[in-house]
């Protein structure tokens, strides 16, 4: 479940009450008015379209199963560009409805239902073939065969068929209705989406400047770290999620403004990995404990600016003009004693300090440009991502290539719809067998929401799904014995299907007390003469039942994190080298702008993307069996090392590009090539490599000069060995990791 950065809020909440209300209703606004909310309105006001017009037209039975149709085609609208939004829709509704003519017809047939409901279900879950896109769809595809069992059993196929297309109807109308409205929140969801990067950048700001002045102790050091690479990883979820929304079609004036502040989080991002360096050593030096302070106050107080900022276009306000100085960060760095000779891996504490403060200067020169581009006062630069913008977003449609490779035994998906198929059987049979067999699609349903593709997301789902179900069967209790009018019910039903659809990537617990709320009532309005008020008690049971055996079922033909590591580091290294290379090749004059830019833009893409998704897994596997973890500590080794070769090509690529004219290129050219082999070859090896502890032929000593000095060339040099030796121990760790 992904955590929304409002509950970052709510643990960073002042102490002292006052504050702390004032905070938690910045956090309700934020929440009320965020893209997640606005897209769960959507859902609600649409099903209540659907389900009125069909009642009205046709009555109130088509209207139900109009209902339903809606229901289950909403769980693939979320906020997405306008191009391919209609395409996202039709798999559900393509395959949905003849499902749910199928089970409506095969309800007295227990047998033949069965094999629908097992093989329906395998070919559902292969949509994880897809990945983000075929979850959804999985989803949509198994809702309609629930909902068709909680309809009363047809007398014929003709009622079966009038059932069926009024499902078509309502799905329909629902699908135009939702196309329409993601187009014309278009706009909105383009501001939300860098109100959200903002927030989440924001957030990792503060982890880091906590991390300045952090206490030496090693457990508390580690659980930072981890936090921080946790927040690296939604950071690039999110920017990835804002890439597709504001890089399609970035034509009008507003568009390019909101392109260019994403430019510049992205830029930030990378200067704020690159104040992770030398951290360890300043934090041990005698002396430098002050600079530290300051500049881990400096990176708290940019955090504020950036959630006022996010807050500003969150309220569609013209953002405050940014009154911080840098003129204060400068007279800290001038505080650090004259620099002297040091060796090339161990330079003065006091230039250590001095560079730190430059690169946290450098974010706030980030955070000032952002401010001028919200406020209308710097023009956007987007002019490579406006000649390319395909290549930065995700692809909107739909292919057979995943599908085609999933045909293997370790196939995660494969496996994952055997392991489904197999639990809806065995819920299949136990529903018929108790006393309620009638009711045998809520131990289904229970199944399919909780049923996740990794172990620890069945864990977290099994969890919010008893507490929930108790909650809602409660909540939907009271509604059903205030024998509540049609128009009333139908009113709670859309209410519920938007909450249920606003939380679900976001507090699933919350998600699961509205679905509640809304299959009982929903199933009611489906059958009303079945039971006016259900029994809590069997609710209950039945999602224990449904619950338990995901559970259990999730331990069958497992895919563990341990078969996916090894693919995923891969990935990784490779990703590191490409970035090397390119980010290395921006020395050259004909880097400022054009193709070489954008290709390195790209590989800066997958580096990011890369380290996310193995922080993932890491994360996944800690809620599997000792036996088949993942060697952690290896993996959290290979993770700090990549982070920190980003961090020193950052640091590299910086004085590259804005400090040409303090470098000398004809020495510093041959180092440059030397370390773009060196990083390529040990990221290549396939054996396990010692690492290394310094360059294969460094100078004994190395004089490095402070800012006030004109040539920055040693500087460069100094990174680049250290590049190359972080490469080497990157690959060390990942031979430890495949060993392991």
Known sequence: MQQSGADNDLHAMPKKPGLQFLALLRTTRRIALSSYVANGMVAALGLLLVTALVHLLLGAAAGAAAGVGAIVVTPPDQPAP??????????????????????????QSGPALALLLVGATFCAFLGA?????????????????????????????????????????????????????????????????????????AALMRTQGLHFTMEPEAQRRTALVGRLMKQQATLADQLQAARNLLLEAPTTERRLQLAGMLMQV??????????????????????????????????????????QLAEALMLQRLPPAFAHQRPALAAAAAQAPAPGLADLHAPAPELLGGALSRRVGYVHDEVTRLMQLARGERPPDVAIVRTAWQLF???????????????????????????????????????????????????????????????????????????GTLLGCVLAGVLLRAQLSPLVLVLVVAGAQGVAHAFALQRYLVTAVSATVLALLQAHQLAPDVS????????????????????????????????????????????????????????????????????????????????????????????????????????????????????????????????????????LNPPLEEAKQAIAGALARAAPQPAATGHEDPPPMLELPDAGERDLTPWVQRRLMLAVDIARELQADAARAAAG
């Open 393 to 467: 977003v995700s692809p909107t449609q739909w292919t057979w290539r995943p599908f085609l490779s999933l045909w293997r035994w370790d196939a995660p998906p494969l496996r994952h719809a055997i392991r489904a198929a197999l639990a809806i059987a065995a819920g299949y049979g136990v529903g018929m067998a108790l006393p309620w067999g009638s009711h045998e699609y809520w131990i289904l349903l229970t199944i399919v929401v909780v049923l996740r593709g990794s172990l620890a997301q069945t864990l977290e789902r099994r969890n919010s799904r008893v507490a």
């Open 129 to 201: 073939a897809w990945g983000r896109r075929g979850l959804p769809v999985s989803v949509s595809v198994m809702f309609s065969m629930v909902f068709a069992l909680a309809a009363p059993r047809p007398g014929d196929i003709d009622q079966a068929l009038r059932e069926t297309l009024a499902f078509a109807l309502g799905a329909w109308i629902y699908i135009l209705w939702g196309t329409t409205a993601n187009s014309l929140l278009n706009p909105r969801y383009r501001v939300l989406a860098v109100a959200d990067s903002l927030w989440a950048i």
């Open 532 to 667: 006016p008020v259900f029994e809590v008690a069997e609710r209950v049971l039945d999602t224990l039942l449904g619950v338990s055996i995901a559970w259990v079922f999730s331990y069958v033909l497992p895919s563990w994190e341990r078969t996916q590591v090894g693919a995923l580091v891969a990935r990784t290294l490779a990703a590191q080298a490409r970035h090397a290379e390119l980010a290395l090749a921006l020395a050259q004059p004909s880097a400022g702008g054009g193709q070489p830019e954008l290709a390195w833009r790209l590989a800066r893409r997958e580096a990011y993307d890369s380290l996310s998704a193995l922080v993932q897994a890491v994360q996944r596997s800690l809620s599997e069996p000792r036996a088949v973890r993942p060697p952690l500590q290896d993996l959290e080794r290979l993770l700090g090392h990549g982070y920190q070769l980003l961090a020193q090509l950052t640091a590299i690529k910086t004085m590259l590009l804005q400090r040409r004219d303090r470098l000398d290129f004809p020495r």
């Open 266 to 307: 992205l830029d930030m991002r990378d200067h704020l990995v690159a104040c992770a360096l030398d951290l360890d050593a300043l934090r041990a030096a005698p002396g430098q404990q002050e600079l530290l302070r300051i500049l881990g106050i400096e990176l708290q107080a940019l955090a504020g600016d950036l959630e």
């Open 82 to 107: 306008k191009r391919g939004k209609f395409t996202h829709f039709l798999p559900a509704v393509l395959i949905g409805t003849p499902l749910f003519f199928a089970t409506g017809v095969l309800r």
